[in-house]
């Protein structure tokens, strides 16, 4: 199958989506269409021992899955990124996708948009195939979705209250009356109603997050996804953007995921954990589950000890 908007070059497979990619994308894709579902078969041997730590357990949340991974297998060139990825992210639901740096973890989120397609496996959004959709299809599945991206993305040369009317005013027909109300609604949730106007430079790195924040929210979404939000923040304001995202998803709810290796914001916010190496889950599930577990990778990564199964490799 094809690679979607993206080629894992020089800024590598875990590049953060680009906002004008995203917008673009939105409005169609080239190659159409995609064949039926195909299982990976991981190849065995030399292997196992590398997977040794992968138990693959997936303990019960209670939910039905909003997005499902079936044995993805995803690689660029000769780096095979994702290995036969199994995962269910819950409805209803803060979900965290955690990993050591460059494990793959940016990649999920561009297969649950398709932005990028699986080599072999399927990808399911609400019970339906991503890579076997039509254009049209995909368009109106993207709706679906609100992204957080990693500096909050915003575009220079709008101010405050444009970003956030950005896809208001590029995928519905809301008169200007209507886009105001919704967009200072989402910008009085996220605490900036005063900085409506003001251009991203104005702004700080927690200010802009939360800019971004609002503009994943206008569509009213059922799924939001974050790229790594605390990336570039310091500990007391990442604290105070996990409060707002558990605030937000109480008064909204939906299934949220969160691609991080902030093992303290998994602590504050998550209520379902996956931990992603080497391409596959070591395990998942409801994240008391996940910080009580016996397996020596899930409880070094889940501590940051020094001991254990991770080493600098």
């Not at 409005?27 to 292997?47: D, F, Q, S, V």
């Not at 050591?100 to 080599?119: A, E, F, N, Q, R």
């Not at 299809?137 to 609100?146: A, H, N």
């Not at 700080?204 to 997050?209: I, L, P, T």
């Amino acid at each position: 199958m094809e690679e979607r908007r993206g080629d894992g070059g020089a800024g590598g497979p875990d590049r953060p989506l680009d906002p004008r990619e995203w917008e673009e994308s939105r409005g169609g894709r080239p190659g159409a269409g995609a064949g039926p579902r195909m299982t990976a078969e991981p190849e065995r041997g030399a292997e196992d021992h590398e997977y040794h730590w992968h138990t693959g357990a997936k303990r019960e949340h209670g939910a039905e899955d909003a997005v499902e991974f079936i044995d993805v297998v995803k690689a660029f060139g000769r780096n095979r990124v994702l290995n036969g990825l199994n995962l269910g992210l819950p409805d209803g639901q803060i979900s965290m996708i955690l990993g050591p740096s460059g494990t793959g973890k940016s990649v999920c989120i561009k297969h649950m948009v398709g932005l990028l397609y699986p080599d072999e496996g399927d990808v399911l959004v609400h019970g339906q195939s991503v890579p076997a959709m039509a254009d049209d299809e995909l368009f109106e599945m993207r709706k679906k979705f609100g992204v957080l991206f990693q500096d909050g993305a915003l575009f220079g040369s709008m101010n405050v209250f444009d970003n956030v009317a950005f896809p208001l005013r590029q995928h519905t027909d809301k008169g200007e009356d209507e886009i105001r109300e919704i967009v200072m609604r989402r910008l009085t949730e996220v605490g900036l109603a005063a900085a409506a106007e003001k251009m991203p430079n104005e702004l700080s790195g927690g200010m802009r997050k939360r800019a971004g924040f609002a503009r994943a929210l206008v569509l009213d979404p059922g799924i939001v996804l974050f790229d790594e939000p605390d990336s570039g923040l310091d500990p007391v304001r990442t604290a105070l953007l996990c409060e707002l995202i558990q605030e937000v998803h109480e008064e909204n709810g939906g299934a949220y995921c969160v691609i991080t290796h902030d093992i303290m914001s998994a602590r504050r916010v998550a209520d379902y954990i996956a931990i992603l190496w080497k391409g596959r889950i070591v395990e998942s599930g409801p994240a008391r589950d996940l910080f009580n577990s016996d397996n020596q990778f899930v409880r070094q990564f889940l501590s940051g000890e020094a001991q254990g199964p991770l080493g600098m490799e």
